[in-house]
């Protein structure tokens, strides 16, 4: 069994937690389903549960190198500089990360509203990159963004691999078959 969740924001990447923790099992309530990769909690988007282990393994080992896409809204005006370094991989200080698919988008349409909102600043504009990597350093996103002098605001996962968000909206899931 294959669920597709978009995570909403604030929500753990496991079935259980601390006392006031919102976690999975909030949302989803189907037994021996594991999260296929993570996201943190304060990142939104396609998260894959299964209860098969070839498919997680598959999904999550580093040698299979399977693409994750993400949509960043991150402040300020995104430099192309700034694009072409995280295509070429930026050093961290756990080491240079792979090349990246990176470009800049507009501002989708189809975004729902963060609970709560991102931070807002006056005179500083935020722009959106989709990024696509192939590895899964712990916030790699977040720390190649900030690397290059652009902090992420907002980091929704887009897909994984073959698999994508479409319409799903915050705290739906649907089951695909294998």
Same mark, same amino acid.
Request: hydrophobic share 35%; proline share 6%.
């Given at each position: 069994?294959?669920?597709?969740?978009?995570?909403?924001?604030?929500?753990l990447?496991?079935f259980?937690?601390q006392?006031?923790?919102?976690?999975?099992?909030n949302?989803?309530?189907?037994?021996?389903?594991?999260?296929?990769g993570?996201?943190?909690?304060?990142s939104?988007?396609? %998260?894959?549960?299964?209860?098969?282990g070839?498919?997680?393994?598959?999904?999550t080992?580093?040698?299979?190198?399977?693409?994750?896409?993400?949509l960043?809204?991150v402040?300020?005006?995104i430099?192309?500089q700034?694009?072409?370094?995280?295509q070429?991989?930026?050093?961290?200080?756990?080491? %240079?990360?792979?090349p990246?698919?990176?470009?800049?988008?507009?501002?989708p349409?189809?975004?729902w509203?963060?609970?709560p909102p991102?931070?807002?600043?006056?005179?500083?504009?935020t722009?959106?990159i989709?990024?696509?990597?192939?590895?899964g350093?712990?916030?790699?996103?977040?720390?190649?963004?900030a690397a290059?002098g652009?902090?992420t605001?907002?980091l929704?996962?887009?897909s994984?691999?073959?698999y994508?968000?479409?319409?799903?909206?915050p705290g739906q899931y649907i089951?695909l078959?294998?």
């Amino acid at each position: 069994m294959i669920v597709l969740f978009n995570k909403p924001y604030g929500v753990l990447c496991q079935f259980t937690g601390q006392a006031n923790d919102i976690t999975l099992a909030n949302y989803i309530d189907i037994p021996n389903i594991y999260a296929a990769g993570r996201l943190d909690k304060d990142s939104e988007g396609l %998260l894959l549960l299964t209860d098969d282990g070839a498919i997680n393994h598959q999904l999550t080992n580093p040698k299979k190198k399977s693409y994750k896409t993400y949509l960043v809204q991150v402040e300020g005006d995104i430099s192309d500089q700034a694009i072409k370094q995280l295509q070429e991989g930026v050093i961290l200080k756990d080491g %240079l990360t792979l090349p990246a698919k990176v470009k800049k988008v507009q501002p989708p349409k189809w975004l729902w509203e963060r609970n709560p909102p991102i931070r807002e600043r006056k005179n500083i504009p935020t722009s959106f990159i989709e990024i696509s990597i192939r590895e899964g350093k712990n916030r790699q996103v977040r720390r190649m963004s900030a690397a290059v002098g652009y902090p992420t605001l907002r980091l929704i996962r887009l897909s994984i691999s073959t698999y994508q968000l479409n319409q799903l909206q915050p705290g739906q899931y649907i089951i695909l078959d294998k």
